[in-house]
């Protein structure tokens, strides 16, 4: 089972009574953006936790491969976050490993450029090819990206992600397995990878 909230960083309400002393603590050195953002992100993870796994208070944290924020226990579920803009998404797999990427529909100087650089000669051949090519590069985009995060890999392995759109396949030399989501919600692309099967997909907006 896969879970998304999805949210605006000004509309969330921090739920303190499920986050610990440490992560208030570790908040409040932050500037305030980043303390909200911090918060919010956490406070929805908490959430998430306690409704579907009965969990009551956020569990403690660690920095993995590549800045990955994970759990020290390792048997509780696995979860990635992701921000763009105001908006904000944390997704948690209760059946193996998720990443997660979003991304605001904006303009962006010489995408076309940066797509040369970072996807396939395929995947620009499909791009070139859809009515809004700007809203294809980024559903692209996404879906290359939450599947660096699922492995817990840089952007410059980017090219290496190889996406199939009309095969719905996705393949990386660094991963063996990709399952994923895309979706877009109003002005917001949303793509989740996972390396086991998505039996149930939810997404909370």
């Known amino acids: ?80 976050i992701s921000h763009s803009q105001d908006s904000v998404a944390v997704a948690i797999s209760l059946t193996g490993k998720v990443g997660l990427d979003i991304e605001v529909a904006r303009p962006r100087k010489n995408y076309q450029k940066v797509a040369k650089n970072f996807f396939a000669d395929t995947e620009c051949q499909w791009m070139r090819t859809q009515q809004d090519e700007l809203s294809a590069f980024w559903q692209l985009w996404t879906l290359k990206e939450s599947a660096l995060k699922l492995y817990a890999k840089g952007v410059w392995q980017m090219k290496s992600v190889k996406i199939d759109l009309a095969n719905k396949m996705i393949s990386a030399p660094f991963g063996g397995h990709f399952y994923y989501q895309y979706q877009q919600v109003g002005d917001i692309h949303l793509a989740v990878n996972c390396d086991k099967p998505i039996t149930h997909f939810v997404l909370n907006t």
Do not use: H, W
């Open 1 to 80: 089972m896969l879970i998304v909230q999805l949210a605006n960083l000004n509309s969330v309400a921090i739920n303190y009574s499920l986050l610990s002393e440490q992560i208030i603590n570790d908040a409040n050195k932050m500037n305030e953006r980043r303390k909200k953002q911090f918060l919010a992100c956490r406070s929805i993870l908490a959430s998430l936790l306690n409704q579907y796994c009965q969990i009551e208070t956020l569990p403690t944290m660690i920095i993995g491969d590549n800045a990955r924020p994970c759990f020290l226990d390792s048997n509780l579920p696995d979860f990635n």
